[in-house]
């Protein structure tokens, strides 16, 4: 990503609310839809800078680097902002899984039958990356 | 969509805040990202039940069914969850424009430049078709 990026006319045209963004990631190959998460500023002004995405955990009440402990970073090609400013999207390429589940992607599970569907495989074990 | 739905068991897995729940609008197709908006209980309740997908406004605090003034509806084939149960993820025949401003998508801007810059073409003109 370009680094001559105007950070302050960017921030202009978003709405945060509580200071924070809803952010829709993308694997840019495959497009399928790998999660959803939250930035602030600071956390938007970290992934720009360092090409990988880092959010705002609402949990934990801090930045978070995407992979820190699992190795599954996330590399920004682009962001793009909705219509209303109120949401961002992230097209990356993604290191392993995406989800802390063990998942390429968050949406492993389909709910449009009668009952709720796994709908993929796991790729890595959670309790060996994360210990849990 | 299956009518089969159990609706009460889905409601139980999904983690609403303020009584809402982040959903995110993927073309079936190309599968691109068109919208993130929010639905209430009584919006997925009424997009399971039409297979049209239909929203919770916070700026008008109504249920909106999409396409309902533009005719730009949204068939709902698969609704996916996440891990935290606290997104959604529709996968949708888009009619026509997602976006109200004209464009097939609400993303039509990328910021990753050192500016903001418009990357798709509008489909139809929002003045003809929201009057405004």
Known sequence: MSRKFNFSEIVEELQFQNN?????????KSKDVLMVAYMNKDSIKKTIKSGKAHFWS??????????????????????????????????????????????????????????????????FNPKKVYGE
């Open 20 to 28: 924070l963004i809803v952010a829709v990631v993308q694997d840019i």
């Open 58 to 123: 609402r949990s934990r009440e801090k930045i978070w680097k995407k992979g820190e402990k699992s190795g599954n970073t996330q590399n920004v090609h682009e962001i793009c902002m909705d219509c209303d400013g109120d949401a961002l999207l992230l097209k990356v390429e993604q290191k392993g899984g995406a989800c802390h589940k063990g998942y390429r992607s968050c949406f492993y599970r389909n709910i449009s039958e009668d009952k709720i569907k796994i709908t993929e495989e796991r790729i």
